[in-house]
């Protein structure tokens, strides 16, 4: 099946560590004696050879992994099956697990503390603020290695042989360097209820986006509410609405490097951008066509969800891991569909879909070496076929193997709303990518603009504000504080 990414090329260093390396491992031999001397009538005792497993690490040395875990819309069920079959491999590795839904917060204590000792060696989650300051001090281990990890279930194959194309170009680069590893796909778009859209005869796949237009019309003289997404939490309004529109829209116009480079780097103009000023204007104009649910300013993003469950509203704009996260609420007969918003105009030009990536791992580097490598095993060990397969069926992540996509007799068992994104993106040749920055500000005015900005995206979406005097301020904040970081 397409996926819409070209295949990552480049090579890595093999690592030379955990995997093939001969860290923990050889063995010491005592020095023989000389012959003639007093002593020399036996040998010299031999050292006892140091056992090691087939990665290089030692068998005998016990380590204790002490994990951050964010507990999400996948839940934690997948890991918690990943670590008891990691540990009858091998049972000299321990998990000493923080799972919390507020993980964010607990590392920023954390890591202000400044407590290398007290800190995880293993997280799930970025802290508050990102990652690039954390890894362009230093405190963040390189992980780009793993990609040439042999993988535990397919002798001779390494990690990047069987992964989805473009998950390799989907990990962020800092300075060249890659901080972070994941060990499942996300993908972004507005999910529905496919027995609603059946029963109504709604276009499942508008491709344009005047059919999206007509879709939305035709939902609303219906009596249902278009769209819905939580005005508590209106970053969600990005998982169909952001940054992916943003490159379609300079696809259209032969621009998306260039762009993608300068979305990147905050190069300007940043929220004065055409493409940006577009994005908001659209959603603006469906806003005062009441394509939006008028409850959002109050709505939580589980709220939100369940008002496509019950029919009050015909599509949400979230992720992947909807299902999971709301399979206690939801029908056992529910169906998820999924569909992207298209902004081009023709079917000529590309849709572009958010691609995310989900269950990423960072690792503590003022670490023992031996935590962690032992941390990146465990990271490989999830990518073996069974646990990705566990983690797809049990709680809706989308596998990183493409062997598990390849094989429709283990894709009909995935989710219904994962098997909708894999169809949609085969049917309509989309092109999936992760938006990322590579550069950190620190100074407050950018974090002044994008507040400015999410105290308006609601209005925005209501129909009550326009967006391009909002933009135009933020963009002056942004220009603040890139003046401030030169200085």
């Not at 939490?233 to 032969?254: I, R, V």
């Not at 589980?302 to 939801?330: C, D, F, P």
Request: aromatic share 10%; with cysteine.
């Amino acid at each position: 099946m397409a996926i819409g990414l070209v295949a990552a090329m480049g090579t890595l260093a093999a690592c030379a560590g955990g995997n093939g390396g001969d860290a923990g491992g050889g063995s010491a031999a005592g020095e023989q004696p000389q012959p003639g001397t007093s002593d020399a009538s036996a040998p010299a005792a031999q050292e006892p050879q140091l056992e090691v497993y087939e990665n290089g690490l030692p068998k005998d040395e016990k380590v204790t992994l002490k994990v951050g875990f964010f507990v999400g819309g996948y839940g934690r069920d997948w890991f918690d099956y990943a670590v008891e079959s990691f540990k009858e491999k091998y049972p000299n590795v321990t998990f000493d697990v923080t799972a919390s839904p507020d993980l964010k917060n607990l590392l920023s204590t954390k890591i202000s503390a400044g407590n290398d000792d007290d800190m995880f060696d293993l997280f799930n989650t970025a802290p508050p603020g990102g990652v690039v300051s954390l890894a362009e001090a230093g405190k963040l281990e390189e992980m780009g290695d793993i990609w040439d990890y042999p993988l535990p279930d397919v002798p001779g194959e390494k990690v990047r042989d069987r992964m989805l194309p473009g998950m390799y170009e989907s990990t962020p680069l800092i300075d060249g360097k890659m901080y972070e590893f994941t060990t499942a796909s996300s993908f972004g778009g507005l999910f529905f209820n496919k027995t609603l859209f059946e029963k109504n005869g709604w276009n499942q796949n508008p491709k344009t986006w005047a059919e999206f237009e007509a879709l939305l019309a035709d939902i609303k003289a219906d009596g249902v509410i278009p769209i819905t997404f939580p005005g508590v939490h209106p970053s969600y309004h990005s998982w169909a609405f952001g940054p992916a529109k943003m490159f379609e829209l300079a696809d259209m116009n032969g621009t998306a490097d260039e762009f993608i480079e300068r979305y990147k780097t905050y190069g300007l103009p940043e929220f004065t951008s055409p493409e940006q000023i577009e994005v908001w204007t659209r959603i603006y104009e469906l806003g005062k066509k009441g394509y939006f649910a008028e409850g959002l300013p109050a709505l939580t993003h589980t709220q939100s969800q369940m008002q496509v469950i019950q029919g009050q509203a015909a599509m949400v704009s979230t992720g992947s891991h909807v299902e999971n996260e709301m399979k206690e609420a939801t029908p056992a007969d529910f169906q998820w569909g999924y569909m992207a918003v298209p902004f081009r105009e023709t079917t000529d030009q590309t849709l572009w879909i958010r691609s995310g990536t989900s269950n990423f791992n960072y690792i503590w580097a003022a670490k023992p070496d031996l935590n962690k490598k032992w941390a990146k095993e465990f990271i490989v060990w999830t990518l073996t076929l069974e646990n990705q397969q566990f983690a797809a069926e049990k709680s809706g992540a989308l596998p990183m193997r493409k062997d598990l996509i390849d094989d429709p007799a283990k894709t009909t068992n995935l989710s219904t709303s994962a098997q909708s994104i894999l169809k949609y993106i085969g049917d309509n040749g989309a092109h999936t990518y992760k938006a990322s920055r590579s550069v950190s500000i620190s100074d407050p005015n950018l974090a002044q603009a994008n507040k400015l900005l999410d105290e308006n995206i609601v209005k925005f979406a209501l129909g009550l504000q326009e967006p391009k005097p909002i933009l135009e301020e933020a963009e002056e904040l942004l220009k603040k504080a890139l003046e401030a970081e030169r200085k």
